[in-house]
């Protein structure tokens, strides 16, 4: 492994020549954004594995009931959730779509891949507030009952992962829009697509885990040790 | 991209005119560490001032009318959070680090300038909420630093009601101001490291700083995770980590939640804590050391090494600030052997720092005699450490002075140590002025002897028995009346210490105008930072061209050169060529 290979290096032996170019042009800001992401990325994934690590604890604890299962459980018939995920899932690939127009230099698939996206971000978002009112009207309120609560906790998280993600990607938008240069759109759009994949991938594991049945939920928590 | 960043152009292009864009919304990483650190050194002093009043009410109980028990509480709470958050992390990353990485790995300033600026201005903003809190109805939290649930946000516990809403909230912008700089430091390190600067020709303190960061990186999420969840247990009325439980007889609507539960996740981002601290210190402690002894770091690798493994360990020993919650003994047995393992590539530090004193050339500056002072104090804080790491120990001695001996040798003290030898060794690159050497020797006699003074008795009153976080002792059969009279000598040190601490700010300021001007690479150092053009460093530090790098950063006293010290960027002489070819003959 390179790492290895790096930390085995004896620095005391042989000095040398730092480099032949005549000189070092800085640091690549690409490659910097790309380190930047992983890193987030990382920190994200903590962040949501230490709060599924707290659900599976609490979920051993006798008053913890989970959301479906039984008929009179919110998410035994999770089709609004399969609803909004189509919602994410087709941001996912509009970004997706919009990024191979960049790479195509095709400007017009650029911008309709990215409004799409954009617009199927907010939707989602919209459709899991109505998804929180609806529970709300069935009596399922954040305090009622801990997957409840996890409930709420683990969406809201989630959508302002997604609203910090349009503050980016609008961000990315609108300087390229400034500079009028649709070529430089590729590198940061490549960061967000992954973003957005990433948290696509982030839902899916929620979802999962929310709509999971007690036997499932207690199994993982064996598994964890709970 | 377009929005080519600051490190990519020569300095002349974008030196800021007007001061405010020079000092208060500046980009440039060397005023953003100024800011983080005077904020830190300002609320370090707050702190420092609640320490004085907490020892008057242990050292002398019944004399001062204004401290009652909930105000004791409150100062406990509110000096032990300041000075492991705001302080020493604050400065030690948003200070030090943003000083020393792009200096000392060649770069003109951090990769993403903006965040950086954007870091400090959450950091102040958490530094505000958390100050409001002692204005607010009820006064600041007086849980105790770890904010323990259920007791943080019942009735009886002071501040529970403003004071810990404001507590989590100043901890949640804290974490992300944390994380923006954070994020610019690892991205730094990795990316605008100028030609030959390999990852292991970096000096140890970027080593240290690079790695404490990763740990905060992946650890603070765990303090928001447990701050957003107890928020809501607060403001909401969710049962995350409350119990039902009966308070001043009322039943509350709370019902199942695990107390123990918090305390997993805090202590899961509370011992990489202690590293987040502590390695930013072993490295710039390796330097100190290294460039006032003449000598280059003994087992650099080592040291390395030694750095990503108690890093990498440091996510495995958490459990073992919890043996008294009533954990599995098959965990207990667990955390104490991953505890005690650490102790190896620590142990491996301190050797190679007593190593790399041996049969230099020590000059006894007062950056130096910090930098040994914290062998003593870290030797002796770690060996306590090994003490309370065994279960069987750790019971009887849990929540008592022991204890808080303990921590404060080995995280509180150890690490002051490290920033005082590296305020004192830096301020010539900051301020391009020598700080005057004979206040800054009483200011560390005082300072180290004082420490002694205080912790040391503060161990026998922990086998005593004596209890921490008591307002008063009363009258315990166990505890014998002579040990109301170390508590007293105990504050009487605390308070000289205390106090002392303003020779070493009344050095600051007077040597800002009056000291000698330092010149050129005072302490014939070799690491980058020293070899800039200008003293201080200007915007974009290193004008023109950025240097490159030939060699590691400990060539000291290489046998055959001109002078005792070789910097990194210095091309190899004629005597290496010969001495290279040499080694190639063998």
Redesign the interface.
């Known amino acids: 492994m390179n790492i290895l290979r790096t930390l085995r290096d004896k620095p005391w032996l042989h000095p040398t020549a730092a480099a032949t170019a005549a000189q070092y042009p800085g640091p690549d800001t690409t490659a910097a954004m790309r380190i930047l992401l992983r890193f987030i990325l990382a920190i994200v994934g903590v962040l949501f594995f230490l709060f599924i690590i707290t659900f599976l604890a609490r979920s051993q604890y006798p008053d913890f009931e989970a959301l479906a299962g039984q008929p009179w459980q919110p998410f035994t018939d999770p089709s609004r959730l399969w609803f909004n995920t189509a919602l994410l899932a087709c941001a996912s690939l509009a970004i997706q779509c919009g990024l191979g127009g960049t790479r195509a230099g095709k400007l017009n698939v650029t911008v309709a891949g990215i409004s799409a996206a954009v617009f199927f971000t907010i939707l989602f978002l919209v459709a899991q507030f109505d998804l929180w009112m609806h529970l709300q009207s069935m009596g399922f309120y954040i305090a009622g009952s801990p997957a409840a609560s996890y409930f709420y906790l683990l969406t809201a998280i989630h959508g302002l992962h997604l609203i910090g993600g349009l503050v980016v990607l609008s961000n990315v938008v609108f300087r390229v829009w400034y500079d009028n240069n649709p070529q430089s759109l590729t590198a940061p759009l490549r960061l967000c697509t992954t973003y957005w994949h990433f948290l696509l991938g982030v839902w899916l594991v929620l979802f999962a885990l929310l709509t999971s049945r007690p036997e499932t939920i207690n199994a993982l928590a064996a598994m964890c040790g709970f | 991209?377009?929005?080519?960043?600051i490190?990519?152009?020569p300095d002349h292009l974008h030196d800021p005119q007007t001061f405010i864009t020079k000092y208060v919304y500046s980009q440039d990483h060397k005023v953003i560490a100024i800011q983080y650190g005077l904020t830190a050194v300002f609320v370090g002093l707050i702190a420092l001032v609640l320490s004085g009043l907490m020892r008057l009410q242990l050292g002398f109980p019944d004399t001062f009318d204004f401290i009652d028990p909930s105000a004791y509480l409150q100062f406990v709470t509110m000096h032990g959070m300041i000075m492991v958050i705001y302080l020493l992390t604050a400065l030690l990353l948003g200070g030090f680090g943003n000083y020393l990485i792009p200096l000392m790995v060649g770069?003109?300033d951090m990769?993403?300038p903006f965040m950086n600026m954007l870091s400090y201005w959450f950091y102040l903003l958490s530094v505000i909420v958390l100050l409001a809190s002692f204005f607010v109805p009820g006064g600041p939290t007086g849980a105790g630093w770890t904010l323990y649930p259920p007791q943080a946000i019942l009735g009886g516990t002071p501040g529970y009601d403003w004071g810990i809403i404001l507590m989590l909230a100043s901890l949640a912008i804290f974490i992300v101001a944390f994380?923006m700089g954070g994020?610019n430091y690892?991205?730094?390190v990795?990316?605008?490291r100028?030609?030959?600067m390999?990852?292991?020709?970096m000096p140890l303190t970027i080593w240290g700083i690079f790695t404490a960061t990763v740990l905060g990186?992946?650890a603070f999420?765990?303090l928001?995770?447990s701050a957003?969840?107890m928020m809501?247990d607060k403001t909401?009325?969710?049962?995350?980590f409350m119990p039902a439980l009966v308070s001043l007889g009322e039943n509350l609507?709370y019902?199942?939640?695990?107390p123990v539960?918090f305390q997993?996740?805090f202590w899961?981002f509370g011992h990489p804590e202690v590293y987040i601290v502590a390695l930013p210190a072993f490295g710039m402690v390796s330097d100190v050391l290294a460039t006032h002894a003449r000598k280059?770091i003994f087992g650099?690798?080592m040291m390395?090494?030694a750095i990503?493994g108690i890093g990498g360990l440091s996510f495995f020993v958490w459990a073992h600030h919890m043996y008294v919650s009533g954990m599995d003994p098959k965990f207990g047995f667990f955390f104490a052997t991953t505890t005690l393992i650490i102790a190896v590539p620590t142990a491996i530090k301190v050797y190679n720092w007593i190593l790399t004193l041996y049969r230099g050339n020590i000059h006894l500056t007062v950056p130096m005699l910090f930098a040994i002072g914290f062998i003593f104090t870290f030797t002796h804080g770690g060996l306590t450490g090994l003490f309370l790491g065994n279960v069987t120990v750790d019971l009887p001695l849990s929540d008592t002075y022991f204890v808080v001996a303990h921590f404060h040798m080995v995280m509180g003290v150890s690490p002051i140590m490290v920033l005082f030898a590296a305020i004192y060794h830096w301020y010539p690159l900051m301020t391009g002025r020598m700080f005057n050497e004979r206040l800054g020797k009483i200011h560390f006699w005082f300072t180290f002897l004082g420490t002694y003074a205080i912790y040391l008795p503060m161990h026998y009153l922990g086998f005593l028995g004596v209890p921490r976080r008591y307002f008063a002792m009363g009258s315990t059969d166990f505890i014998p009346e002579s040990a109301q009279s170390l508590n007293a000598s105990i504050t009487i040190s605390a308070l000289i210490v205390g106090l002392s601490q303003l020779i070493f700010l009344y050095n600051v300021f007077w040597s800002l105008r009056h000291g000698k001007p330092a010149g050129h690479n005072p302490w014939g150092a070799t690491s980058l930072e020293w070899q800039t053009p200008d003293v201080p460093p200007r915007h974009g530090n290193w004008g023109h061209?950025?240097p490159?790098?030939?060699?590691?950063a400990?060539?000291y006293s290489v046998p055959g050169a001109k002078d005792d010290f070789i910097p990194q960027n210095h091309?190899?002489s004629a005597f290496?060529q010969t001495a290279?070819q040499h080694?190639g003959h063998k």
């Open positions: 991209m377009q929005n080519v960043a490190a990519d152009q770069a003109r990769v993403f994380t994020l690892v991205t730094t990795l990316q605008a100028t030609h030959g390999t990852l292991m020709r990186l992946l999420p765990a928001l995770v957003i969840m809501l909401l009325g969710t049962s995350f609507d019902s199942g939640g695990s539960l997993h996740l899961f280059n650099y690798r390395v090494w990503v061209d950025l490159k790098v030939y060699r590691w400990y060539d091309p190899i290496e290279d080694e």
